[in-house]
């Protein structure tokens, strides 16, 4: 015993902490290359924010795609081009 913590606990607190590691780090490089801040990835740890932070990233106009809509239309001209 460590204390009143036994290895129950501290293996439960290990298991705790390496699933937020496992979550948070790729929904870290995620948010950041789309264009959002990094740390709407802590979002992931509470669980009704999580949810919707996942529908809000899927559906929300990204960062970088409207930075490269502005500069498409800037060097163009204002045409749309395809192609």
């Known amino acids: 015993m460590l204390g009143g913590i036994g290895l129950q606990e501290l293996f439960l607190l290990f298991l705790i902490f390496s699933n937020w590691v496992v979550i948070l780090f790729p929904c870290w490089r995620v948010f950041a290359e789309a264009g959002f801040p ?46």
Request: proline letters at 7%; glycine letters at 6%; aromatic letters at 14%.
């Open 38 to 83: 990094r740390w709407y990835s802590l979002s992931q740890i509470v669980p009704v924010p999580n949810i919707i932070m996942l529908y809000y990233s899927a559906f929300a106009e990204r960062p970088i795609q409207h930075e490269l809509y502005q500069m498409k239309r800037h060097s163009c001209g204002g045409v749309n081009e395809i192609g």
